[in-house]
């Protein structure tokens, strides 16, 4: 039987999974109070479900991908928000946001591709991608002006991250959760061989 640990974390991911869409829905009717609200604690539980899973060994194969679709529907969040509550902000940096958009769609479709899932490999590149992404949009929302620095940086780490995860695509024949990043995979490769 799984720990009452193991329970709590998944319902932490949960909550966020079944928050995205509730955010949504105020977002199209301009309820930004209660939105931007609802995305700050969504992201602030995207730091607390990981680090409580690793902290407490109830990590898991479930928890892993419930954690990656709840972060990713949070972002989609996010990025509605953005565009409808700040269009003018959005319309301005979409090229850039397009650029990523496509790297990503290219990274989960390799992704299924090659291990039928998407990656989840919550590398420490991932983690800090989501940080910067968390940290931008919630800071978006709250203060009178975007934080453009932050949103470049953001982007920039994101990228790097996802072409990070590409390459781990390529060299990881199976698919596997918590991998810490590409130095690690070549560094346990060497040893082995």
Same mark, same amino acid.
């Given at each position: 039987?799984?720990?009452?640990?193991?329970?709590?974390?998944?319902?932490?991911?949960?909550?966020? &999974?079944?928050?995205?869409?509730?955010?949504? @829905?105020?977002?199209?009717? %301009?309820?930004?109070?209660?939105?931007?609200?609802?995305?700050?604690?969504?992201? &602030?539980?995207?730091?607390?479900?990981? #680090?409580?899973?690793?902290?407490?060994?109830?990590?898991?194969?479930?928890?892993? %991908?419930?954690?990656?679709?709840?972060?990713?529907?949070?972002?989609?969040?996010?990025?509605?928000?953005?565009?409808?509550?700040?269009?003018?902000?959005?319309?301005?940096?979409?090229?850039?946001?397009?650029?990523?958009?496509?790297?990503?769609?290219?990274?989960?479709?390799?992704?299924?591709?090659?291990?039928?899932?998407? #990656?989840?490999?919550?590398?420490?590149?991932?983690?800090? !991608?989501? &940080?910067?992404?968390? @940290?931008?949009?919630?800071?978006?929302?709250?203060?009178?002006?975007?934080?453009?620095?932050?949103?470049?940086? !953001?982007?920039?780490?994101?990228? !790097?991250?996802?072409?990070?995860?590409?390459?781990?695509?390529?060299?990881?024949?199976?698919?596997?959760?918590?991998?810490?990043?590409?130095?690690?995979?070549?560094?346990?490769?060497?040893?082995?061989?």
């Amino acid at each position: 039987m799984r720990s009452r640990t193991y329970y709590i974390v998944n319902g932490i991911s949960l909550y966020r &999974l079944f928050s995205a869409p509730i955010m949504v @829905v105020l977002i199209f009717f %301009r309820q930004q109070e209660l939105f931007r609200w609802m995305l700050a604690l969504s992201f &602030l539980t995207d730091a607390i479900d990981g #680090t409580l899973a690793r902290r407490y060994g109830v990590s898991s194969i479930f928890g892993s %991908r419930l954690d990656s679709l709840a972060d990713d529907l949070t972002v989609v969040a996010g990025v509605l928000g953005m565009a409808i509550l700040k269009p003018v902000f959005f319309r301005q940096e979409l090229p850039l946001l397009l650029i990523l958009f496509c790297i990503f769609i290219f990274h989960l479709i390799w992704a299924l591709k090659r291990y039928g899932r998407q #990656t989840s490999f919550h590398t420490y590149g991932a983690k800090l !991608a989501a &940080l910067l992404q968390g @940290v931008f949009l919630i800071l978006l929302f709250f203060l009178p002006h975007p934080p453009y620095p932050l949103f470049y940086l !953001a982007l920039v780490i994101t990228g !790097a991250e996802l072409i990070e995860e590409m390459i781990l695509i390529r060299v990881l024949p199976q698919w596997e959760t918590n991998v810490r990043g590409l130095y690690w995979v070549l560094k346990r490769r060497r040893n082995i061989g």
